[in-house]
């Protein structure tokens, strides 16, 4: 099945406690981005990848760091959370940066 | 600045009874808009891109249009099951060439009643 594949679903965390979120997609998919939904602001680009190894800052990429080591992953890394990164968060992968996009079941992180 | 802009915020139709939810938008130029569906806890999913003024798209109930300042997602005779929030996304042409963030609408949440 294709899909885009996030872990942890849920994850509590304290804050300054590094931690990575993992995100995989079966599609071959050059692009893949990161997202965080926070209620009333709606979906925010974080950082997205058009292929190996390149990378770039979407709108809110403060406290974010990701890499693109191979095709298939993604991961999301905070090295320092806060409570101000307590969100909601989704991986997405797309063939083209102009198709619509793939999107993983989402990660509920709490900073506390 | 991009900007999108969905309205209403929130709808609630009878089963049955047709009606439309608006996207506007404010690009310098379009690559590409799209909508999608989201159910509550989950991501959002995949219905239709529109790269050109005059495009429509169809899908079951769904059926997408788009002018060159909004789009509309007509939903005919829905069913309880459309109940979700769509999201509007739009992608702009970039002058220098570079990143393609698309900006995303904070959606309209629909609800259908048995």
């Known amino acids: 099945e294709a899909q885009v594949t996030q872990n942890p679903r849920y994850l509590i965390t304290v804050t300054g406690k590094k931690l990575t979120v993992t995100c995989s997609q079966n599609m071959n998919h050059e692009y893949m981005s990161w997202y965080r939904q926070d209620p009333g602001l709606g979906l925010r680009q974080i950082y997205y990848s058009m292929n190996v190894e390149v990378t770039d800052k979407g709108d809110v990429p403060e406290g974010y760091k990701v890499s693109r080591k191979e095709k298939r992953n993604f991961p999301l890394i905070l090295e320092s959370p806060s409570p101000n990164q307590t969100s909601l968060y989704f991986c997405?992968?797309?063939?083209?940066?102009?198709?619509?996009?793939?999107f993983g079941s989402g990660t509920r992180l709490t900073v506390v | 600045e991009d900007q999108v802009t969905q309205s209403p915020e929130a709808l609630r139709l009878q089963e049955g009874e047709s009606s439309s939810l608006n996207c506007s938008y404010t690009?310098?130029?379009?690559?590409?808009l799209f909508w999608y569906r989201q159910d509550p806890g989950k991501g959002p999913e995949f219905l239709f891109t529109l790269y050109s003024a005059g495009e429509e798209k169809e899908k079951e109930r769904l059926k997408a249009t788009l002018t060159k300042k909004e789009s509309f997602l007509h939903i005919t005779a829905p069913k309880p099951e459309d109940s979700a929030t769509y999201l509007c996304a739009v992608q702009a042409i970039q002058a220098s060439g570079g990143s393609y963030i698309p900006t995303f609408g904070r959606g309209t949440s629909l609800i259908v009643h048995p």
């Open positions: 997405a992968s797309s063939l083209r940066s102009n198709y619509g996009y793939t």
């Open positions: 690009v310098s130029g379009l690559r590409g």
